[in-house]
């Protein structure tokens, strides 16, 4: 499973999801409160079992070790690992034709309803407003989108992907490469929508993606 977090790094980047210190991925195996995640500002490329970092989710957030530097993004990650009883991946990556989409205005959950390589087997959330990266309101929101409801108590998640305004998209699965495949199938078909030439039904502003809080994010080197 480690060695997986390491494989599914250097896919991304060879596919230009990423660039070289970009992106995070997270495990979580059954029954324990043990989350494995890929450091901090490290070149994913040359990412290997020795170099994930091992951290106990605790009732008050997260323990780290010493002198460890775990991806900027962990908030998120224990937010969504929290409570899971079974083993599971979350893979956070930039695609290019998911954010381009989400950017020109489409509704990811509307494009995977009128491609069927997508909704049979991916189940596509509500994007998330753009939000500063690495912060608790953008943890907190990808969280809620993937539950679909404001008990903070619950981790039953009733997606597979959300897209991040901005920023990104968080997927999960079983195992690195099945929360992989997610982003990849929305990838693929959002490429399609955008060569097609298409606009998005109704305003070209914000179907599918609430802006409610419009912030210039600039990009952490320290995902």
Not at 3 to 23: E, F, H, L, N
């Amino acid at each position: 499973m480690l060695t997986a977090m390491g494989d599914v790094m250097r896919r991304a980047y060879d596919k230009g999801w990423i660039t070289t210190r970009d992106g995070n991925i997270s495990v979580k195996m059954t029954g324990k409160d043990i989350l494995y995640i890929t450091p901090s500002g490290w070149r994913k490329t040359i990412i290997h079992p020795e170099h994930i970092i091992k951290c106990e989710i605790t009732p008050a957030g997260y323990a780290i070790p010493e002198g460890t530097a775990p991806s900027g993004e962990l908030e998120m990650h224990v937010k969504l690992q929290r409570n899971r009883k079974y083993t599971t991946a979350v893979v956070h990556l930039h695609p290019t034709c998911i954010i381009a989409a989400m950017y020109a205005g489409w509704d990811l959950q509307h494009i995977a309803k009128e491609f069927p390589e997508v909704s049979r087997y991916t189940r596509v959330g509500p994007s998330v407003p753009i939000l500063p990266v690495t912060s608790p309101e953008l943890a907190l929101a990808t969280w809620k989108a993937f539950t679909d409801v404001e008990n903070t108590h619950t981790n039953i998640l009733k997606f597979d992907i959300v897209g991040q305004a901005g920023h990104g998209v968080c997927a999960v699965g079983p195992n690195p490469w099945d929360a992989y495949e997610h982003i990849e199938r929305l990838e693929h078909v959002c490429e399609i929508v955008l060569r097609s030439g298409r606009k998005p039904p109704g305003s070209e502003s914000s179907v599918g993606v609430v802006k409610e809080v419009p912030v210039i994010v600039t990009r952490s080197a320290s995902l």
